[in-house]
């Protein structure tokens, strides 16, 4: 009998593939250089799961029980792809088990804001960088690991993803890139933050949300401009070592390691984490609550860490922006008038959507500003922008804000001696609970109301009246009007031939600050008796006003560039408000006279700090940091959040002042440009300082990137403690973008950070980082440039930087170097030196 062959080759091949199974191991947690995996639906160790997710697992640690995994992970339908850390149910036999055994749960993403599609390639290369392309072959994100010696990735059994060295040592780990959750074990560093992705199901959930960790203390923000804390934890007394502040997930608490450091006790534990009796990871989710899950059969929230401290309705989206939050019931304001309404609710059926108004608000028409009074109600956040002030004040200061959206008043027993806050974005509202809270509140929302509104109606003529004493009231108005006219236009010319002309107007521009009178600032700056410095535009005088606020004064000279000037400046900053915005307290037109009063700036501007051989002391590594983060936060809003969209013009640090804190805030609008929200680009003559003017100047096109470039120079310039064009160098080393070039082929950005600062060299990897953000800012192609809100993504370490920067930086940068008197421009900053280096 001849024997079935092709029985025995399949029964053979099964046997085969049986000892394959049970010789290779059920965890798979490392992989070597050179290694590629595929996002493919055959891919090995693949699952979809009933409720839509799938898995295709890369790397797995351990088996039995809920264990990480790390892959690619999608959630629904599955046109993207994240390569992401998750927790998934194990067993012996297919390693992660059938989907009725509890979905996976993603703890870490890299991608988070880029999805990629099937097909998409992970790959640890040969020169130890892993980068994850998407299926068209373009790169979307990578650990910018080349060089540095990696050997090999590990997935820990903690859920951190390392790549490691030969000698074991990490050169990088996904723990310092935390992405909306933290694991048992993980820390949260000063630096990074936790930030929630938007809600998928509700689109109108409040933006994103954050938590952080500082020297100050533990907090949760609302991302709005500026960010609004909603919980927050300080901890006083003093920092005794250098080592960044943390917050680290134990079993049964956050341990907070705010001054100290393990393994010291910690500062302060948050103690609303159940001990764990399982699996546990942490979430900042859509709606602001940091929960914590436990894996029981299945996951199951087992905590709410933060609503034990806040309650239901001190959170900022809870009712929706305008919502009042009563019991944990949502509400619109309402009007002690029933007849008149300012807000409805954005969706009947779901009150916590929030409430619209009825008029938008314009600040074309403040003259119909008013306020709604919501009496005993308060806010969750609260920043004392104006103290020791009364109601009236309070709404006053926010009439004449046209960014501000409500005036939110707190006070004791004396009404007239509280404090005022003046939010320009309004979320939720709460009862304010005074056996709780101790202090009374009141809450102005600033309310449109149109312009018929407080007209008077229409009245017909009383019974009697004749046509003939219609016409004579005509033609005696019409008189009236004629020599109206007529004395209007004689003062004018008066005005004019004397050139006196003042700029009246400016009274009637919604949001203007105080105006003063020349004699008000002679007397507040001692017959301006004490200079500060001086520039293009004029000299800057300390002074202080009445109340004793300290004040600078900016004297502009010459006639029509500094009118220009001085009219941007006014008309510009004069209605806006940002924490890292100078703020423009007042100013005088009176007669030739032409003064901005800004606050005063206790350390000056920025080139006094950071160019060497000029500075008191030299800046450490860490207030540099922040001093970049808040340069990229007021360019932001500048360029999105404003009414109009504002270009700066002239970023250079002479134009960054330092307040006492090294807080940095723009100032020097006269350069700037307004430009619609519907315009992307703007025609415009030459105008800035010569060092920070971007290429596209060439064409006169410009947009708000041109900011974005001088930023990146003036960064440059921080990092590297020196100017962009400095004649004290040999000539190789004169122009600070041509060594920046030389020095990426070479790879020696080491070389260019401030030799005179041994924190900013022991930070030097950090530093090197941040000067390759620099460099995506400098692009020739203003399109390849980061938006500013990018910018700031990428510093909080939300998103990485660029991998494919080009370092050919402009090639003809002796343009812009030895002036342009050849444009004409009288807008054009003058190229003087500017020595504005004292406070200010």
Known sequence: M????????????????????????????????????????????????????????????????PRYACGFFCNGI?????????????????????????????????????????NATLQLTSEGDLVLRDSDGASVWSTNTAGR??????????????????????????????????????TLVSGRKLTASVSITNS?????????????????????SPPQSYYQQLIGGTKVNKKASYVKFQNGSLALYIHSSEPSNPDSLITTLPQASSAQYMKLESDGHLRLYEWASGWKEVSDVLTGYLGDCNYPMVCGENGICSNGQCSCPRSSNASISYFTQINGRQPNLGCS??????????????????????????????????????????????????????????????????????????????????????????????????????????????PLVIVGSAIAAFVLFVTIIGLTIFIYRKKKTTGEVEEDYLDNVPGMPTRFSFEDLKTATENFGKKLGEGGFGSVFEGSLKDGTKIAVKCLDGIGQVKKSFLAEVETIGNIHHVSLVRLVGFCAEKSHRHLVYEYMTNGSLEKWIYRGSQEFVLDWKCRRKI?????????????????????????PQNILLDEKFNAKLSDFGLSKLIDRDQSQVVTTMRGTPGYLAPEWLSA??????????????????????KIFDRSEPEERMHLLSLFKKKS??????????????????????????????????QNDYARRPSMSVVIKVLEGVLDVETHVDYSFFDRPQIFMSGIPQVGSEEATPLVPSVLSGPR
């Open 78 to 118: 599955c046109d993207d792809y994240l390569f992401a850390i998750f927790i998934v149910q194990t067993n012996s036999v297919s390693y992660i088990s059938m989907p009725t055994l509890g979905f996976p749960q993603v703890v870490w993403s890299a991608n988070r804001n880029i999805p990629v599609k099937i």
């Open 628 to 652: 970049i983060l808040d340069i990229a936060k007021g360019l932001a809003y500048l360029h999105e959040d404003c009414r109009q969209k504002i270009i700066h013009l002239d970023i250079k």
């Open 2 to 65: 001849v024997p079935n062959w092709s029985f025995f080759v399949m029964i053979t091949s099964i046997l085969v593939s049986i000892q394959l199974v049970e010789a290779q191991p059920f965890d798979y947690p490392t992989a070597n250089l050179s290694t590629t995996w595929i996002n493919s639906v055959s891919a090995n160790h693949s699952v979809d799961f009933s409720d839509g997710s799938k898995v295709r697992a890369i790397l797995l640690r351990g088996t039995f029980g």
């Open 745 to 778: 082929e070479e790879g020696k950005l080491l070389d260019m950070v401030d030799q005179y600062s041994d924190d900013m060299q022991s930070n030097g990897k950090e530093v090197v980082w941040m000067m390759r953000v620099a460099a995506w800012c400098l």
């Open 149 to 186: 010696s990696v050997a090999g990735v590990n997935l820990t059994e903690e859920g951190n993803l390392v790549l490691f060295s030969a000698n074991n040592s990490v050169v990088w780990q996904s723990f310092d890139y935390p992405t909306d959750s933290l694991v048992p074990g993980q």
């Open 357 to 466: 108004e009825i008029n938008p608000l314009t600040c074309n028409a403040s003259r119909y500003h008013t306020f709604q009074e919501l009496e005993d109600m308060t806010y969750f956040a609260f920043n004392a922008d104006i103290a020791n002030t009364d109601i009236n004040h309070c709404k006053q200061a926010c009439l004449s804000n046209c960014s501000c959206k409500a005036a939110i008043v707190r006070y004791g027993s004396n009404s007239s001696d509280g404090d005022c806050h003046l939010p320009s974005q309004i979320f939720s509202l709460m009862n304010n609970e005074k056996d709780k809270t101790h202090y009374n509140s009141s809450v102005f929302l600033k309310v449109q109301i149109t312009s018929n509104a407080s007209s008077s109606p229409v009245k017909t003529s009383p019974k009697g009246t004749t």
């Open 701 to 722: 096109v410009i947009t708000e990137k041109v900011d974005v470039y001088s930023f990146g120079v003036v960064m440059l310039e921080i990092l590297c403690g020196r």
């Open 204 to 224: 109108t959930e409040g933006g994103l949300y954050s938590l952080l960790v500082n020297n100050e203390g533990f907090f949760a923000f609302i991302e709005s």
